[in-house]
């Protein structure tokens, strides 16, 4: 091991780190349990169509990010403002997210508005975000500070679980406190994280650099074939992972009866074992390699969904999200570690933006098929079963990739 190789955690890396910490309080309080819970339970009434309501306004918000991000990263990768982008963005979220404390009853209209502007404001920061991994790391430290990172927004994701206990009697109050642990949380990173600077292009703006970089962009995927593979493979691979992440708490509640005392101590299991698991598989690729760690990860997903598929027990349900715990933090870590890898240093942004786009249209592709398959068979068994397709493929896809840097 190299003295390079020992000094992998930095103070960049720290505070870089944090702002993992931060986010991971949104996307907890906000998106997971109580919000979610508050908008379908009081401000749409209880009523079934608040389901709609609430899936509607996910997907308007990821849409939007979906266009937005190779788009902003195109042009962050020209001007070299990645952290302004960054920040901007954050301070949405922060700033929705507080608002949320005055939405109440039949505010339909004010409560779908501030959850799309602060997903957004969440979504969007996080292809800048994933971004600085390339400046704050040398390559052979990518794995360690990529899952370091995710364990510490698993970490800020049991501080939010505390918040939620103590604020229980007054949901509300966790809209704000949420808000005041994401800016603090953030403010390391926005204050002392240097960007490395680059010439500012002249005679040209914002707009028509990134729409320029965004026309050349799937110019330059074509010639990166590896990386054009690699992304397929995460685009499938990562949409059965997110769907998991999605419906859990439903698949739970609904087909083995779950209360929700139970469902908060699953949620403390897989928060865990996710913290472990980013450290033990980020050692584990540094010694076999980001790419066959991958593949084990994404083997391992296929096994655990059977599983699920014949469990009938709830103590056996909370010993594999236990397991599939430690590698849900590992498979999103891994990815941006390979990711980073195989992009070229000088179109980071641009390249990650494409990352973030995969990972957002993601979201609407798996859960609509889990949801379909439950609706026409009437058995969410069975949609668990249709989420082992997507791992399949995408390990298919993944063995063609070639782990070298681009």
Known sequence: MTKENKKWLTKDVINWSLFDFANSTFAT????FVYAIYFKKIVANDLPIGDFYWSLSINISMITVALLSPLLGAASDQFANKKKFLIGF??????????????????????????????????????FYDAFLKEIS?????????????AIGYAGSL?????VILLKDEPRNTFIACAGMFLVFSLPMF????????PLPSKENFVSVG????????????????????????????????TIIFFSANYAQTTLSFSITELIIFFVVVQITALIGSFLFGSIADKFGTKKTLLIIIASWMVLTLAIFFITDKTQFIVIGGFAGTLLGSSQALSRSLMGELTPDNKKAEFFGFFSLFEKTSTILGPL???????????????????????FFGWFMLRKVEEKPA
């Open 369 to 391: 098929t889990f949801g379909l398959v439950s609706w026409l068979t009437g058995n969410q068994r069975y949609a668990i079963i249709s989420i082992i397709f997507f791992f």
């Open 138 to 150: 040398s390559e052979e430290n990518y794995n360690r500070v990529s899952s370091f990172g995710y």
């Open 90 to 127: 954050t301070f949405l979220a922060i700033l929705s997210t507080a608002l949320m404390f005055f939405i109440r009853e039949g505010m339909l209209f004010q409560g779908m508005l501030l959850f799309i502007l602060s997903n957004i404001g969440f979504q969007a920061g996080l292809g």
């Open 29 to 32: 309080i906000i998106v997971a």
């Open 211 to 242: 729409i320029k970089r965004l026309r050349d962009t799937f110019h330059h995927l074509v010639q990166y074939k590896n990386l054009r593979t690699f992304l397929l493979s995460y685009f499938i691979y990562i949409d059965g992972v997110t």
């Open 191 to 198: 204050v002392w994280l240097k960007e490395k600077s680059l």
């Open 159 to 163: 501080l939010s679980l505390v918040a």
